[in-house]
Structure formats: structure tokens, C-alpha cells
T-cell receptor, first 113, second 116 residues
């Protein structure tokens, strides 16, 4: 079945450091790919998405490119801030699953001032 | 646009009682709603998928008689935790997809349930 694998956390960075959170997926068909962010005590917020190969999703300085050849959707940000501390979930959704979204395990990010 | 609300945001109940959680799409019609459960520091576990006017489809291992889901309209789905026990304490999150065929889900803010 479809699945998402993302790097284990926690990831601890200093402010203004470069961030990469790796995400790879397994899916039949052509899924849409998402990154969601969850701040402490809150629900999930969509951070960015890409619906087809080579699409780049971007938002708030975060970027991820849909790489079909490597089945990856790595999240990057050039300069993190303390306010970026949160849990990040990579996810996919495809009509083969009735639009169900499959989530990765989540990666917790801590950014130190 | 595409706002999903949940009520209540947190609830404490006694063991053996039932609790109802509402999920509403505020500015769109949600043909499909999903209910997730999230344990501390873990990912979301899909519990069930509900389509308006039909019975919910439960994931393997989820007790449908314990977690009753009703999707009576295109803007409202409810999850009732019946005869709650402390092990049911968790963060419950709903999400909804609209009618446009997009794969994107819109998530509610979650409901924290504590059973004492």
C-alpha cells in the first residue's frame, strides 16, 4: 500500500541555519504530495503542496519539489527562525485510496536562538 | 476560505460516559470528512472516513460501536466516543475535502479528550 517515510527527529538547529527534512514515498498512481506543520497544542496546517512531478511547492520560505524519479519531496528552508519550531508531516493523497491522506511519522524541529 | 472548526476544543469526562465531538466545514460543502486520532508525539492515525448520507468506513482495528460517526449534512460530521475509558484520552482531529475533486484536506484545530 501507499506509504510515506520521513527522517526521524528531533532536529535541532540554530537560528538562521539551513533546514532539510527528507521525505520519500511509495504510491501506486500519481499522488499529490503535501507538507503539514503542527505547532504545539494545535491542529495541522497545510504548509505547501505539489500535485504533479517537477512541481515546486513553496510558502513562508519553505520549499519542496516533487521528484518522481526519486519518489521524494524533501522540505527545505534557507534560514530557520525560532518560530519555525514545530512538528512537520509529509503526506500524500491519491484517488486510489478514496482521497485518504497517508502521513509520515512527523519530524520535530527545535530552533534555538 | 476552506475553514474547518471543531467543538469542543477540549473536554474532560468521567469514565463510562459518552462524549460527542462536532466537525463543521464553515465555508464549503464537505463531501468527505475524515477522523484522526493522534497520540502524544506521534503521527495521525486515520480512524474512519465518512461521506454525507452514508455509513462511515472504519479503518482496521477501530471499533465502530465505540466510535460512532455521523455525517448528516454536507457541513457537519460528529464523532461520539461511547462509554469512554482513560485509554480513549487523545487528540482527535477531523478533516474535510470539498466538492471540487481536489486531494487537499482541510483540518480542524483538534479536540483534546481527557477521560478520568
Amino acid at each position: 500500500g501507499d506509504s510515506v517515510t520521513q527522517m526521524e527527529g528531533p532536529v535541532t538547529l540554530s537560528e538562521e541555519a539551513f533546514l532539510t527534512i527528507n521525505c520519500t514515498y511509495t504510491a501506486t498512481g500519481y499522488p499529490s504530495l503535501f507538507w503539514y506543520v503542527q505547532y504545539p497544542g494545535e491542529g495541522l496546517q497545510l504548509l505547501l503542496k505539489a500535485t504533479k512531478a517537477d512541481d515546486k511547492g513553496s510558502n513562508k520560505g519553505f520549499e519542496a519539489t516533487y521528484r518522481k524519479e526519486t519518489t521524494s519531496f524533501h522540505l527545505e528552508k534557507g534560514s530557520v527562525q525560532v518560530s519555525d519550531s514545530a512538528v512537520y508531516f509529509c503526506a500524500l493523497s491519491a484517488n486510489t485510496g478514496g482521497f485518504k491522506t497517508i502521513f509520515g511519522a512527523g519530524t520535530r524541529l527545535f530552533v534555538k536562538a | 476560505g476552506a475553514v474547518v472548526s471543531q467543538h469542543p476544543s477540549w473536554v474532560i469526562c468521567k469514565s463510562g460516559t459518552s462524549v460527542k465531538i462536532e466537525c463543521r466545514s464553515l465555508d464549503f460543502q464537505a463531501t468527505t470528512m475524515f477522523w484522526y486520532r493522534q497520540f502524544p508525539k506521534q503521527s495521525l492515525m486515520l480512524m474512519a472516513t465518512s461521506n454525507e448520507g452514508s455509513k462511515a468506513t472504519y479503518e482496521q482495528g477501530v471499533e465502530k460501536d465505540k466510535f460512532l460517526i455521523n455525517h448528516a449534512s454536507l457541513t457537519l460530521s460528529t464523532l461520539t466516543v461511547t462509554s469512554a475509558h482513560p485509554e480513549d484520552s487523545s487528540f482527535y482531529i477531523c478533516s474535510a475535502t470539498g466538492t471540487g475533486g481536489s486531494y487537499e484536506q482541510y483540518f480542524g484545530p483538534g479536540t483534546r479528550l481527557t477521560v478520568t
